[in-house]
């Protein structure tokens, strides 16, 4: 009898030694102990960086697990969790967020549901259409 995948296991796993420049896209669940710089992104993914990581890049997935050191945005639809010795310096977001005791955390931290009417636009145009939105300027001129 053959064992099922558990839907949380790790499909992808990137060790101390790898370095990558550019943007990764993965799907399942992807470890990071490596060094990153670039994009790290997801349609449905989890992202785990590893203590030994050092990341820098802006990081767009369903859930982020972080324990290494990260220079740049974090943008998960669903939860992010940072553990000690994390060091995160950039502003996260998502509806769920965890930082535990330790965890060195420069940035802003954003809890706030997504809109998932603009899920297929770029994270950059969903930013621009939320500050429109939740302008407190009503009945701007059109014409200008």
Known sequence: MRKSKKED????????????EGTIKFSGTIRIDG?????????????????????????YVDNAIIMGQVNG???????IEVYPPAAVIGDIQAPTISIDAGVKFNGNCIMKGRDHKYDKLHPKAV?????????KVKNFPKNL
């Open 35 to 59: 060094k990153v710089q670039g994009k790290i992104q997801s349609e449905d993914g989890t992202v785990i960086i590893g203590e030994k990581a050092c990341i820098n890049a802006d990081i």
């Open 73 to 79: 945005m974090v943008d998960a639809r669903n939860r």
């Open 127 to 135: 930013e621009a259409i939320s500050i429109v939105e939740d302008s």
């Open 9 to 20: 296991s790790i499909t992808t796993f990137l060790g101390s030694d790898a370095c990558i």
